[in-house]
């Protein structure tokens, strides 16, 4: 293999760990924001899952317990969320910057009091980390030009819930377009009055979408914590539930289109950190600042309407009284 090509494998091999929680946050964010919920605290949902999940593998000496620990987190908020959007009628995106606001303080004022480290956690031991999976046949293939490169470098390997987040897309696609609660999810967000005349309750399904949101997001929570990274520090989440966001508008509310748009953000963040110093033709060496912020910058342009129109869900962001 070229230089070139290894250099390209390595890139690739590491957009999916980068890619990892932007995909399933986006999945959370097409489940609550197809009901009608906007999500704006994904980010604090990924913080206070992170943390969870490192200081109760820590605690415990077991990343399972974290792992279930870093759901039943992100699920306990996602449920307050629901409280104060559904219940409340609250207005979501002040719930959700409230979300976010609360997991941030939380993190750093717990994490002191557990462990005195400035908020965040000691380092994990190998054994308190989720393991990583040789997918089958990887070494048998490794020798095979390009497709044996793709499976045993690129696929194989990784922490195991960087298949989980693959396998969550077509979970949801399933889930939204093959089944029942899938129909009813997509016509809460469209038109939840059509659903309360069948006799399905707007408010009940709503709080499904949110605590499905809470699953994924505590997934992606753990993955940083106690898959990709090896201990939690203060703020780790640096922005994932926003641009996860973002990649669920790029991809108009459809798991596929924002399987992509994480891919893309993760190409983007993999590269950024494979270039930086090193040197670039007609440019020199290339600048560390600029390449750090570019999934960001990719971001605001994208989100400043170079991607043509999408169409939220009818009623998203409106709450829905029973007496509608």
């Not at 994904?42 to 899952?49: F, H, N, R, V």
């Not at 279930?68 to 979501?92: D, E, K, P, V, W």
């Not at 995106?93 to 303080?105: D, E, H, K, P, Q």
């Not at 965040?120 to 308190?128: C, I, K």
């Amino acid at each position: 293999m070229s230089e070139f090509l290894f250099q390209l494998a390595l890139t690739f091999d590491a957009t999916l760990r980068v890619a990892t929680p932007l995909i399933l946050a986006g999945m959370a964010g097409i489940f609550s924001e197809r009901s009608g919920v906007i999500d704006i605290g994904l980010e604090g949902k990924i913080l206070a899952g992170a943390f969870s999940a490192a200081a109760v593998a820590h605690l415990t000496g077991s990343p399972w317990i974290g792992l279930l620990a870093a759901i039943a987190t992100s699920m306990l908020l996602a449920l307050l969320h629901g409280f104060a959007c559904i219940t409340a009628r609250g207005n979501q995106v002040i719930s959700g910057l409230a979300i976010n606001i609360l997991a941030s303080a939380l993190t750093v004022t717990v994490g002191i009091a557990l462990f005195r480290r400035g908020g965040g956690t000691p380092s994990l031991a190998p054994d308190e980390r989720l393991p990583a999976i040789d997918l089958p046949f990887a070494d048998a293939l490794s020798g095979v030009p390009l497709i044996g490169a793709l499976y045993s470098e690129i696929l194989s390997g990784h922490r195991i819930l960087v298949y989980v987040a693959l396998l969550a897309v077509p979970l949801t696609a399933w889930l939204l377009y093959r089944t029942r609660f899938g129909l009813r999810l997509r016509a809460v967000g469209e038109s939840p009055e059509a659903v309360d005349s069948a006799g399905v309750s707007v408010h009940l399904m709503r709080y499904k979408a949110v605590l499905l949101a809470g699953v994924f997001t505590g997934v992606a929570g753990a993955y940083l914590s106690i898959a990709h990274g090896g201990e939690f520090g203060r703020e780790m989440s640096a922005g994932k539930g926003y641009i996860a966001l973002a990649a669920v508008i790029f991809g108009k509310w459809r798991p596929v289109p924002t399987l992509f748009a994480c891919l893309l953000f993760g190409f983007l963040g993999a590269a950024a950190d494979r270039l930086q110093g090193r040197e670039l033709p007609l440019i020199g060496a290339a600048p560390t600042d600029l390449m750090i912020a570019l999934p960001y910058i990719l971001t605001v342009v994208l989100l400043a309407g170079f991607i043509g129109k999408a169409t939220p869900p009818r009623d998203i962001g409106e709450p829905y009284p029973k007496s509608k």
